[in-house]
């Protein structure tokens, strides 16, 4: 054929890898997919559950529940202040200085109703993101199209963060009709919300990270609370007291010096936020914070929130790799000997292994080192089964390396702390405290995914045609829950010892000093003074006695919820809201009750006393804080900070009676369950 | 006790259940005696795994009773259980026990005597053919193996009935013929089988009797054979054949009018393109040779003579479509 005619065509060039790289980094390129169509799916999605429209109304209800009764309580404290010696001040200038006075009040406890909750429910909604995917097997499918790790990730945040803005934005009428009586500041209502936002934007990506590897979303869930809780309030100010106590700046006038606040301000909105709320009030602490400080924290959050996005997209992308068989071989697997049976023996010989059956897979060997089996080792199944396996599972999954961190900053901060402050008795109560708070949310998440794990992972059809009754089925499962948390207590009744036994172990420590130089040297409990025990005997026993009760109840709740659903978040979220009412918002809800009606004890204290940490706090302060004032056993006075006046006899009569209520309860919930269980059996 | 030594091992009697507005079973009678291997046919959405799901005492239907050895559902389920083995579509394992410590698990919750768990593991496991990955970890197991496992795991107490709801779904070729090959051995062993599965020619294969369930009514339930003479008898004839013409033969369309004027045959469809002709011969007994003459007397030159035998597909569409009611 001829070429004659035929128009010249230039030679294509290949781009450079360089120009391909510029050119996906022009807006153009990237713009088009942002949002995606995985968002639209996703807010498609959301919008249509049933859930969503409840989700919006519950927390509409309680937002706007709780700011009913702080105003009610308000007002009618300052309509108190209204009668003078001369009469009742009826002026419209007394009205507004009234309303005046409550803006303040109701601002700052729609700002905390909303930053708790909106934090909880980023995790709630963050977590299932990516575990219902990869357990429906449409993760898989998603990663096959077009759409990348980082789409994927960003349409699943964007389509949640949609609904947390809507959820924020509830409160948004409040404040501002609020904000129009005055005595609110413009900014501190930006703050609010910017760092309500950012906390929930973080909260959210870390569910999702967390999700990634997750199974259950239950789990991810918990793990999402907890590891929230620690990286934004709890290491935050674990280091603000250390830092405090070391410089011998805790307590003094004027709040801590300029160098603690830029350590400290990009670490934590929740701190920021009480300091923020500080600052309005007028005889304030920390008056040096100024009120652009909340600004650096949100950059900060902004920062946090983007490296926890790329670590999650490139997560996914290698999860996905690993699950589809194409994780990294590091080494060829060798093909074992085959069997060849003894001369002179009748047996057959066995076939010889082929290398696909005798090997294992790349991806079986991760989960094999994830979990706590041993190559060629089978663990002899303990009686009874369910409850060996409950047993067997491990309160939190981590990783060797996120064990490692997550130990190390556990104990040095427990250092640090006792080599500041081992005389400091609030300090021990402090840390056992929370210890009390991270036993009861883990109690509030352990068995929320029993039965509800079991559907989700579709094996309770078969454990439900084994002659395992429902009732032996929820009991073991309520066992195994509760007795996986023993390194919680173990935690916390170690803690106890090791301060109660600090002036020996700081005799100890100081040996070590022996071995550096001087000015490395720590001088371990260097205000320790010898005085015997710090703390009675009966600390420990009271201690677990108060907790114990509630913690089983939680225990067996929380099999209830997951007998009531399918989703294993939902009933780690029910939980936690049953022990939000419980512990939280029913002595809340009391006490505004009492402030108004001015009736105070019999209720508040037959509500307050089977509260967890007031029941757990009353020995603790007793027996460790006010031990100096006890020389014999009549002595004790245990009580809430008013002081009730029991002893030590009547402390434990309250302790047994409330612990016989919640135990009684626990067994409640497990009957119901294993009611639901029976029923909607096949369902 | 109620125990009825000489009770078939699986009997329903007028078994209804609903879901809101839908009707999954209606009045299912159905009785399987020992030693059968039952093959559960029916469209998705039938009834197969509502009926499997009230005998293995998971659900409670509306109406009507069930009993398994001679056990009601309703009022022995623990009976019952101990009698069952019942694998679901879908097996779900836990991802953190190996092979080993699954079989334990259950075992345990058969109340099996701890010294005996090994033995019986082992066995299983044998006839499983999973003795090699007795230490591997179920969740790393492909899906021929988890489903061997399942049926590893039904076999664990020894139970006389087995309920197996799709057993071979999302199988390959070769282990669905394992899975045959392991199921046909428990039929052996006496247990009896009920057998759900979508993929009818293996159910041809290895059921001794089968039942075909649309929208909840049992339209068929009795031998293969019987099942094979209804689907014969409702499209009204004995046979089909189909023949195979040589190149250069006459065409096929050109002989077919010659055949269908013939009372002993049915229908004769041509295709001249493949050169083939599908006859169905009427009802009756009848030979061959009538067809092969006329065929050569019309100038027709055989290249191939196969009678096709009726297939449980066959039956199974007559039946489910209404045309035996």
Not at chain 1, 92 to 121: E, G, H, K, M, R
Not at chain 1, 317 to 337: E, H, I, L, Q, T
Not at chain 1, 592 to 614: A, C, H, K, Q, R
Not at chain 2, 82 to 98: C, S
Request: aromatic share 8%; glycine share 8%; net charge positive.
């Amino acid at each position: 054929m001829s070429d004659a005619g035929a128009i010249p065509v230039a030679p294509l060039r290949e781009a450079t890898w360089l120009r391909r790289q510029v050119a996906k980094l022009r807006p153009r390129a990237w713009m088009g997919r942002v949002p995606g169509p995985v968002f639209q799916k996703e807010v498609w999605s959301i919008n249509k559950r049933l859930s969503t429209s409840w989700l919006r109304l519950a927390y509409g209800a309680t937002l706007l529940g709780i700011v009913a009764l702080t105003f009610i309580t308000i007002y009618f404290e300052a309509q108190g202040s209204r009668y003078t010696p001369y009469g009742y001040r009826s002026s419209t200038a007394a009205t507004l200085q009234q309303y005046q006075s409550v803006a303040p009040v109701i601002t700052v406890t729609i700002a905390w109703t909303q930053f708790v909750l909106l934090a909880l429910v980023a995790c709630a909604l963050g977590a299932p993101a990516i575990s219902d995917e990869r357990r429906g097997g449409t993760l898989g499918t998603l990663l096959s199209t077009p759409v990348t790790a980082w789409q994927i990730i960003l349409g699943k945040l964007l389509s949640r963060m949609l609904e947390l803005t809507i959820l924020m934005l509830l409160s948004a009428p409040l404040l501002l009709a609020i904000r129009a009586f005055g005595g609110v500041p413009g900014w501190y209502i930006l703050a609010v919300y910017a760092l309500t936002f950012m906390t929930a934007l973080v909260g959210t990506q870390l569910a999702i990270f967390l999700s990634i590897k997750s199974k259950r979303s239950g789990g991810a869930f918990m793990t999402a609370v907890t590891v929230q809780g620690a990286l934004l309030v709890g290491i935050p100010l674990l280091v603000f007291v250390v830092l405090m106590m070391a410089t011998g700046l805790m307590g003094a006038a004027g709040g801590p010096p300029a160098w603690v606040q830029w350590i400290f301000v990009p670490s934590s909105p929740g701190v920021m936020l009480f300091l923020s709320t500080e600052v309005m009030a007028p005889d304030a602490p920390f008056t040096n914070w100024g009120s652009r400080t909340w600004i650096p924290c949100v950059f900060s959050l902004l920062g946090l929130w983007f490296l926890l996005f790329m670590i999650s997209s490139l997560r996914l992308r290698s999860v996905m790799m690993s699950d589809a068989g194409g994780g990294r071989v590091s080494k060829p697997v060798k093909a074992p000997k085959p069997v060849v049976a003894p001369k002179g023996s009748a047996a057959t010989p066995a076939a010889p292994l082929t290398t696909q059956d005798a090997a294992e897979s790349p991806q079986s060997k991760t989960k094999r080192r994830a979990s706590r089996v041993r190559e060629g080792l089978s663990r002899v199944v303990g009686d009874p089964a369910v409850l060996w396996r409950e047993r067997e599972l491990r309160l939190m999954k981590m990783g060797p390396w996120t064990r490692g961190i997550a130990a190390t900053i556990l104990v040095l901060g427990v250092l640090a702390l006792y080599w500041i402050a081992m005389m400091h008795q609030a300090v021990a109560i402090t840390v056992a405290m929370v210890g009390v708070f991270g036993i009861l949310l883990n109690a509030a998440g352990v068995n929320a995914s029993s039965i509800a794990g079991e559907r989700e992972g579709r094996t309770l059809d078969v454990l439900l045609t084994s002659p395992l009754s429902s009732a032996d089925l929820v009991r073991q499962k309520f066992l195994g829950g509760f007795l996986r948390l023993w390194p919680l207590w173990a935690i916390v009744v170690v803690h106890l010892l090791a301060f109660n036994f600090s002036y020996p172990i700081a005799l100890v420590l100081r040996q070590i000093d022996l071995f550096i130089p001087a000015t490395w040297q720590v001088n371990w409990g260097r205000d320790l003074n010898w005085t015997g025990a710090y703390s009675s005997i009966w600390t420990i026993p009271m201690f677990v006695a108060a907790l114990a009760p509630p913690v089983a109840m939680l225990c067996a709740s929380g099999v209830f919820f997951s007998t009531l659903t399918r989703k294993t978040t939902r009933a780690s979220v029910f939980n936690l809201l049953l022990a939000l009412a419980l512990w939280v918002a029913a002595p809340a809800f009391l006490g505004i009750t009492m402030s108004i009606t001015g009736e105070i004890d019999p209720l508040i204290v037959g509500v307050l006393w089977p509260n967890p940490f007031v029941l757990s706090s009353a020995p603790l302060v007793e027996l460790i804080q006010d031990r100096g004032s006890v020389t014999s056993m009549l002595d004790y006075d245990f009580g809430m900070p008013e002081s009730s006046g029991l002893s030590l006899f009547q402390m434990w009569f309250v302790l047994i009676i409330v612990g016989a209520l919640y135990l009684g309860a626990a067994a409640a919930f497990l009957r119901l369950a294993a009611a639901r269980l029976r029923k909607n059996a096949g369902a | 006790m109620s125990t009825i030594t000489t009770a078939p091992p699986i009997q329903t009697r007028g078994l209804t259940k609903r879901y809101g507005a839908l009707t999954a079973l209606d009045n299912l009678t159905l009785e399987i005696g020992p030693g059968q291997i039952f093959g559960f046919i029916g469209p998705n959405g039938a009834g197969k795994t509502t009926t499997m799901k009230i005998l293995s005492c998971l659900l409670e239907p509306d109406s009507g009773a069930a009993s398994v050895c001679g056990f009601s559902t309703a009022t022995h389920p623990d009976e019952v259980r101990r009698r069952i083995g019942y694998m679901p579509d879908f097996l779900g394992v836990y991802d953190d026990l190996t092979v080993d410590e699954y079989l334990q698990f259950f075992a345990s919750i058969y109340s099996i005597p701890r010294k005996n768990r090994s033995t019986i593991i082992g066995q299983v496991l044998e006839l499983t053919d999973l003795t090699v990955k007795r230490d591997a970890l179920v969740d790393g197991l492909s899906r021929g193996m988890q489903q061997r496992l399942g049926v590893a795991r039904v076999l664990v107490h020894d139970p006389q009935v087995l309920f197996l709801d799709e057993p071979a779904s999302g199988l390959d070729p070769r282990a669905r013929i394992e899975m045959r090959s392991l199921l046909v051995e428990l039929g052996k062993m006496g247990k009896t089988l009920m057998v759900s599965s979508h993929i009818l020619s293996e159910l041809a294969e290895m059921s001794t009797s089968i039942g075909i369930i649309e929208r909840g009514k049992l339209l068929y339930a009795g031998s293969i054979e019987d099942a094979y003479a209804k689907t014969k008898a409702a499209a009204n004839i004995s046979e089909r054949i189909n023949i195979k013409l040589e190149e250069g033969s006459i065409p096929a369309s050109m002989i077919a009018p010659r055949l269908a004027s013939d009372a002993r045959v049915a229908s004769a469809k041509p295709d001249d393109a493949q050169r083939t002709l599908s006859i169905d011969l009427a009802q009756g007994e009848h030979g061959h040779h009538f067809l092969l003459e006329a065929i050569m007397n019309s100038g027709g030159r055989i290249a191939g003579f196969t009678p096709e035998p009726i297939r449980l597909e066959d039956a199974f569409l007559k039946l489910t479509t209404g045309a035996l009611q």
